[in-house]
């Protein structure tokens, strides 16, 4: 099959893409590497010794979206390109409104267009809020508590409506819970821009030496050990869910919401204790202020998915970080200059599995 991949140089999109051909999908991807580096599309192609073609647009041009449906025989789209930070959500509530909402409707109006009705979008775990219990089913109370889930949570509702007016369209939606870990290959993972906001990329740089000391955001939860609980799910599993999605949808029309969580939960404290025993050092922490807007637990309830799209995750709390470790030491070397040099070569570009002659 065919498939777009929006923001398919992300860190999930791009473990994405390369289950997607490994799977022997053929992939076309559109990222505007407004929060990713063109580096990872070349990784992709050494990790799977496969070629693709790539757009360096954003979805918000309508005109350029068109040319890729002109352009190529799409059958299905999976959706991650947007921005995600909740921090910089509340500071600049337009600009996440604008990219993640206008983004999705533009990217839909077109899709319909071309006649293209199987999508698989990007949505959160955060849409639920503050759960009303745990383990957290899918057909709990929705209830985002910043606008970047604002955002998510009104796509979900777009994505309803549009299947409500059009009953061909066949969408799945997936909620993520909280992704770590990396490619087992070390070629391409997560890629921060500036001081990491999520738990583990901070971890990471201090056990890597660029960042002093963990600040833990509250011990006195009412969890086990009185930090934060959460449901971390390895990217490789995510990515894993994703192809078990574009399945589903082929054979089924409506809106399939699906949580992607591996339903255990952890402590702040016991990742620390994880990390520090794949990477053998103590990570400098120390407890301080709940973080405003955290809650204290969320883990999922997987089921559905295990029923209804046969996925369940593989990896466990100890390949999650040692793979994130993996990923910190081998492989950020260079990562960084290629951006310059790909803004200048043609669009689309094929990405080719030998790139000997950028070099
Ligand atoms: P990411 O920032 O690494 O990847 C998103 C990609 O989309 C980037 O490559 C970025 O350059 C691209 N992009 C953003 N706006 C674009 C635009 N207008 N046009 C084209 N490309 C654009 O983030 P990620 O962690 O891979 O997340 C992927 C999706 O999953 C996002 O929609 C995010 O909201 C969602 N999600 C992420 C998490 C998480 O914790 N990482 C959890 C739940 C949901
Ligand atoms: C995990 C735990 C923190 C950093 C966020 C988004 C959510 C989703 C996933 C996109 C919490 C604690 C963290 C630190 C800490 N993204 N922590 N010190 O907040 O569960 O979810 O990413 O959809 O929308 O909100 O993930 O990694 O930030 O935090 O103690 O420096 O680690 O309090 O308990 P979170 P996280």
Request: with cysteine; glycine share 8%; charged share 25%.
């Amino acid at each position: 099959m065919s498939v777009l991949v929006t923001g398919g140089a992300g860190y999930i999109g791009s473990h994405t893409v390369v289950e997607l051909l490994n799977t022997g999908n053929d992939v076309i991807v559109v990222d505007n590497f407004s929060n990713s580096n063109p580096e990872s599309l070349f990784r992709i192609s050494e990790i799977t010794g496969k070629d693709f073609k790539v757009y360096n647009l954003s979805i918000l041009d309508r005109e350029g979206l068109e040319k890729i449906f002109l352009d190529n025989n799409i059958q299905a789209v999976i959706h991650f390109a947007g921005l995600k930070a909740v921090g910089e959500s509340v500071e600049q509530p337009l600009k996440y409104y604008i990219n993640n909402i206008s983004g999705t409707l533009i990217l839909c109006e077109v899709m319909q267009k071309y006649e293209v009705k199987k999508l698989v979008f990007s949505s959160s775990a955060t849409v639920y809020g503050l759960p009303k219990a745990l383990p957290i089913s899918e057909d709990f109370p929705l209830n985002a508590t910043n606008p970047y889930g604002r955002s998510k949570l009104i796509v979900e509702e777009i994505l309803e409506d549009l299947f409500n007016s059009d009953k061909e369209w066949s969408i799945s939606i997936l909620r993520y819970f909280n992704p770590i870990g990396a490619h087992e290959s070390g070629k391409i993972g997560e890629d921060p821009i500036g001081v990491p906001n999520n738990l583990l990329p901070f971890i990471t740089k201090v056990a890597a030496g660029e960042l002093k000391e963990l600040k833990v955001f509250g011990g006195d939860y009412p969890t086990k050990d009185g930090t934060g609980v959460r449901d971390y799910i390895h990217v490789v599993d995510l990515a894993m869910g994703h192809i078990k999605a574009l399945e589903k949808i082929l054979f089924t029309k409506g809106v399939h919401i699906y949580n992607l969580g591996t339903g255990s939960g952890y402590s702040v404290l016991q990742i620390i204790a994880s990390f520090e025993k794949t990477c053998g050092k103590t990570i400098p922490y120390t407890i301080g202020e709940r973080r405003p807007g955290d809650v204290s637990a969320c883990y999922a309830n997987p089921l559905k998915a295990k029923s209804e799209l046969n996925w369940s995750t593989m990896r466990g709390i100890e390949e999650m970080c040692a793979d994130s470790w993996r990923w910190q030491l081998n492989s950020k070397k260079d990562y960084k200059k290629i951006k310059t040099i790909f803004a200048e070569m043609e669009n689309p570009y094929l990405l080719k599995s030998k790139r000997d002659f950028l070099l």
